[in-house]
């Protein structure tokens, strides 16, 4: 058990909709980060937030968008969703936002847009 | 064109033989992590390397990271089934703090 915690652990829903995933970190982590795993691309680094502030952005669609809350949870928002975005996506957390951190994975949501 | 590239992309071998897997790219990276992902399951750190040339050894893996910082291999000795999963690289370029770049990763299937 990594101790990052992610909901729910599966999501299916339909092209258009919009749906919210939440996660939270190690206690004591300051760092969230986002990851969306696909068979052709790997995993993709989306975004990453420190005590509460944006710190990094990756691949991330306009469509997505994240937060983290005062309680460092953090929430990641997928609006018109396209069959595309089907994919496993992963939350992370470190102590820091250093370059050389050591990331904690949650076991994931597994999102299926029909 | 990804950034890191692992070979091979899949490979199934016997219980107790050794295997090497890469990692590499045209890139600089400060620092460079190995992670195992199991079904179901997020990726787990085994390993990070930040100086050129440097060997770390966990049990049977044995890591090393390029004399230039621009790949890697992992050297897995007398494999067992619990080393199945997929083997994902991870690296930090310069500059770029903690972003997290992945390669695609290589499935190892190890059989009793």
């Known amino acids: 058990d990594s101790g990052v915690t992610q909901t729910p652990k599966h999501l299916i829903t339909a092209t258009g909709q919009r749906v919210t995933l939440r996660c939270s970190p190690r206690s004591g982590d300051l760092s969230v980060y986002w990851y969306q795993q696909s068979l052709d691309q790997g995993l993709q680094f989306l975004i990453q937030y420190y005590n509460g502030e944006e710190r990094a952005k990756g691949n991330i669609l306009e469509r997505f968008s994240a937060q983290q809350f005062p309680d460092l949870h953090s929430e990641l928002n997928l609006s018109s969703l396209e069959l595309g975005d089907s994919a496993l996506y992963f939350c992370?957390?470190?102590?820091?936002?250093?370059?050389?951190?050591?990331?904690?994975f949650g076991s994931g949501t597994q999102l299926s847009v029909l | 064109t990804q950034l890191l590239e692992q070979s091979p992309q899949f490979l199934s071998i016997q219980e107790g033989e050794n295997l090497t897997v890469y990692c590499n790219s045209s890139s600089v990276f400060s620092s460079l992590q190995w992670y195992r992902q199991e079904p179901g399951e997020g990726p787990v750190l085994l390993v990070t390397v930040v100086t050129g040339g440097e060997v770390k050894k966990l049990k049977r893996l044995t890591f090393q990271f390029g004399d230039a910082r621009k790949d890697s291999s992992l050297h897995i000795t007398a494999a067992q089934p619990g080393d199945t999963g997929l083997y994902l690289c991870?690296?930090?370029?310069?500059?770029?703090?903690?972003?997290?770049?992945f390669g695609k990763g290589i499935t190892l299937s190890v059989r009793p």
């Open positions: 992370a957390s470190s102590v820091g936002d250093g370059i050389v951190e050591k990331l904690f």
């Open positions: 991870a690296g930090v370029q310069p500059g770029a703090n903690s972003k997290l770049t």
